[in-house]
Structure formats: structure tokens, C-alpha cells
């Protein structure tokens, strides 16, 4: 669960985050997320017969069906009711709105949600100090090198959250399919990260701004956006999804708004 302070945000909630830990959901919400995921398109349920392991199987089903209990709060609807789909590009959406964006790992879902603007999410695990961290080189531009020893002083982790923050910009645009050796980094000023075309770039990339802050102690998640978002206008959901969610998730954002300001990095 995201740690957060309460306190009075002035500015217009723009994306909701909501997270779930894999490991504290109880057997009710459980059931909940599986009910709503039996009412997905057969394209989620053809993906989901794929997976060979039960636990991934279960863990992509879940992920699914939190995304639309999300979602299906946020649009004033029974999660059902919703039809997803993807646009021309292949990301995800829902048609009519909210835009949204979701990534999971074997031990957290994410998904950000908003009502006026598109955004691109990724969680990647990150080891803890002393542990064995996979390499991810092809991630890093000839630009990246400076930001590198911003995100962490072992090259192994930087680059792990280098790749998030380029992988969120990428479920942003939908360009999926862009090397990651073509896009440059850059940490601003105000916290946030640059995300725009390399040197080395051969099409043209459409610039984006990213957010990065810790998951618990093993994970990070970056949120994309095209323009800068104020952090005051990005709220967490105020309680980690134990059970399945309550009736209205933005009455209870409007009563208790944890800041966001104090996830960063």
C-alpha cells in the first residue's frame, strides 16, 4: 500500500491511482475482480487461456477485473456495462471515456484513471540493495547517460527505472513498437521526467512527461501524461483495495486527498 499524508488539494483531481497488492487481496475482492473479468471480451479471455502457470493465469485475470471495477466507478456504471476497446494504434481504451491505463506485475496492479487527459502507466520491480538485478542496457540512449545516477547509484537499478519511465511514455502514445534507444531522458527541474525523441531517434516520437515514485519497497511506478501535471492533480486512491471497492470512489478522494508530492523519488 502507497504510504500517503492527508491534507486539502485545492487543484482539480485530474488522474485517480489506485493500487492493489497482489498479496493482501481478501477471498471476497477476490471474487469480485474474478466476477467482473468473466464479463471481458474474448480477446482478454484468448489471452488469458494462454498462460500456462495458474498463478499468472489468476493474476491476469484479477488485474482485469480490478481495472474495470476502476473504471466502471469512474464512468457512474456496473462494471459489465463497460466495452473496452483499442484504438488505431492498439492501446487499450473505453470508449466514451475515462481514459486510462493500467500495468501489473506478479505482486501489483496499477491503474490510473481520468476524465480529461490520456495516460501512459508502468510498474517494474526493482531489487533490493545487495540483490541480483536483471540488466536492461537496450533501454539507455546516449542522452540517458547523465540522468542515469539521478534514479539510483547502481547502474543496474538505474536502468531498470529508466526503462519504466521510457515504457510509460510508450503506453502513452501507443507506440509501443519504438526502440527505447531512440528516446531521451531528461529529469526537469520541478521532478518530472522528459521523455523525447534521441539523437539516434528515425521517426518522429511525440514528447511526454513522466512521474516516478516507489511501489512499497520493491517496486516503482512512473505515470506518463503529454503536457506537465501539477502534482497536487494526481490523487492516490485513499485505501489499498482489500475488499471490492465502495460505491463512489470520488466521494471519498473528495473527503481524504493524500498528496502525491510526497511519493517522489
Known amino acids: 500500500m502507497l504510504p500517503y499524508i492527508v491534507e486539502e488539494v485545492a487543484s482539480p483531481v485530474m488522474i485517480l491511482l489506485s493500487t492493489l497488492a497482489l498479496a493482501t487481496v481478501s477471498a471476497q475482492a477476490q471474487s469480485a475482480y474474478l466476477a467482473a473479468f468473466d464479463v ?23 488485474a482485469h477485473g480490478f481495472l474495470r471495477h476502476v473504471l466502471a466507478q469512474e464512468a457512474g456504471c456496473d462494471p459489465e456495462e463497460l466495452r473496452l476497446s483499442v484504438s488505431a494504434n492498439g492501446k487499450p481504451i473505453c470508449p466514451g471515456g475515462p481514459f486510462f491505463n493500467m500495468s501489473h506485475t506478479a505482486d501489483w496492479i496499477a491503474v490510473a484513471v481520468s476524465s480529461s487527459r490520456d495516460v501512459g502507466l508502468d510498474v517494474e520491480a526493482v531489487a533490493a540493495t545487495g540483490a541480483q538485478v536483471h540488466r536492461v542496457p537496450m533501454a539507455v540512449a546516449a542522452e540517458d547517460e547523465g540522468v542515469l545516477p539521478l534514479l539510483d547509484r547502481r547502474r543496474e537499478q538505474a536502468e531498470t527505472m529508466l526503462w519504466s519511465i521510457k515504457e510509460a511514455a510508450l503506453k502513452l502514445t501507443g507506440e509501443v513498437m519504438t ?30 512527461f513522466v512521474r516516478q515514485v516507489r511501489l512499497g519497497d520493491t517496486h516503482v511506478l512512473s505515470l506518463a501524461t503529454y503536457e506537465p501535471v501539477p502534482a497536487s492533480q494526481i490523487t492516490v486512491s485513499p485505501e489499498c483495495w482489500h475488499g471490492p471497492p465502495g460505491p463512489n470512489i470520488q466521494a471519498r478522494v473528495e473527503q481524504r486527498s493524500p498528496s502525491f508530492l510526497d511519493f517522489h523519488l
Not at 45 to 56: N, P, V
Not at 179 to 208: C, E, I, K, T, Y
Open 40 to 62: 471481458a471480451g474474448a480477446t482478454e479471455r484468448k489471452r488469458a487461456e494462454r498462460f500456462g502457470r495458474q498463478l499468472d493465469r489468476l493474476s491476469y485475470q484479477l
Open 179 to 208: 526502440d527505447p534507444g531512440h528516446m531521451a531522458v531528461r529529469r526537469r527541474r520541478d521532478g518530472l521526467f522528459h521523455v523525447s525523441p534521441s539523437r539516434a531517434a528515425r521517426a518522429p516520437f511525440h514528447d511526454a
